[in-house]
C-alpha cells in the first residue's frame, strides 16, 4: 500500500512569491490533516478535512493561506504571499477517520522563503 | 485549547539502557495519545498509541503508561540501541480530532 505522498519535497522562493504544496492520502482515508513543523519543535495543526469539509481551520492564516481538497481525495495548500517566517516543513498527514485515529505522514515540504 | 508539555528535550543514553519521556496534558477530555518516531529528514512515523481505557500498552521494547487523573503519559524504552537515536513526539487528541504536539525529545543512545 503506498504512503501518503506529497509534492514537491523542496522549494524554495522569494518572499512575496505564491507556493503551493500538494497531498496525496492513503487510499481510502476519509481524514486528511495539513501541519507546519518548525525546527525542532512539533507538528502544528494547520487544517483538518473530513472528506470535502474543512471541519477544523482555526490555525489556518487565512489572510495569506489556503487550502482545498476537492472531491475528498487530494489537497493543496497555498500560501500568497510567502514571508519569511513560513520557512518550515509543511507536513500532510491522512487518517481512516470514522474512529480509527492512528494518523500516517507524508515526507512532507521543506519550504525556505529568501 | 490543549496544551502539551513533554520532557525532557534532549536525554542520552548507553546502549543497554532504558529511556522515559514523559508528557502532559491540561485538558481532560482527551482520550487518544500516540507516540511518533521522527528520524531526521524524515516523516514522523506512529511506534505506540493508547487510549484512555487502559492505563497501560506494550509492543516488545516499547511500552506506554497513562495516568488520566494526573493528566500525564510516558514512553518507555527498554534495552535502547544505536537505531533508537531520533526524535520522539508525544501528541493528545479527543475522539480523532485535533491533535495537539509536544515539542519533541531528541534522544541518542551512545554505543
Known amino acids: 500500500e503506498a504512503g501518503v505522498v506529497q509534492s514537491p519535497r523542496y522549494k524554495i522562493i522569494e518572499k512575496k512569491q505564491p507556493v503551493a504544496f500538494w497531498c496525496n492520502p492513503i487510499s481510502g482515508h476519509n481524514t486528511l490533516y495539513w501541519y507546519l513543523q518548525n525546527l525542532g519543535q512539533g507538528p502544528e495543526l494547520l487544517i483538518r478535512y473530513e472528506n470535502e469539509e474543512a471541519v477544523d481551520d482555526s490555525q489556518l492564516p487565512k489572510d495569506r493561506f489556503s487550502a482545498e481538497r476537492l472531491k475528498g481525495v487530494d489537497s493543496t495548500l497555498k500560501i500568497q504571499p510567502a514571508e519569511l517566517g513560513d520557512s518550515a516543513v509543511y507536513l500532510c498527514?491522512?487518517?481512516f477517520g470514522q474512529g480509527e485515529e492512528t494518523q500516517y505522514f507524508g515526507p512532507g515540504t521543506r519550504l525556505l522563503v529568501l | 485549547g490543549e496544551n502539551v508539555e513533554q520532557h525532557p528535550s534532549t536525554l542520552s543514553v548507553q546502549e543497554g539502557d532504558s529511556a522515559v519521556i514523559k508528557c502532559t496534558y491540561s485538558d481532560s477530555a482527551s482520550n487518544y495519545f500516540p507516540w511518533y518516531k521522527q528520524e531526521l529528514g524524515k516523516r514522523p512515523q506512529l511506534i505506540i498509541d493508547i487510549r484512555s481505557n487502559v492505563g497501560e500498552k506494550k509492543d516488545q521494547r516499547i511500552a506506554v503508561t497513562l495516568n488520566k487523573t494526573a493528566k500525564h503519559f510516558s514512553l518507555h524504552i527498554t534495552e535502547t540501541q544505536p537505531e533508537d537515536s531520533a526524535v520522539y513526539f508525544c501528541?493528545?487528541?479527543?475522539?480523532?480530532?485535533?491533535?495537539?504536539f509536544g515539542d519533541g525529545t531528541t534522544l541518542t543512545v551512545k554505543p
Open positions: 498527514a491522512s487518517s
Open positions: 501528541a493528545a487528541s479527543i475522539n480523532a480530532g485535533k491533535s495537539t
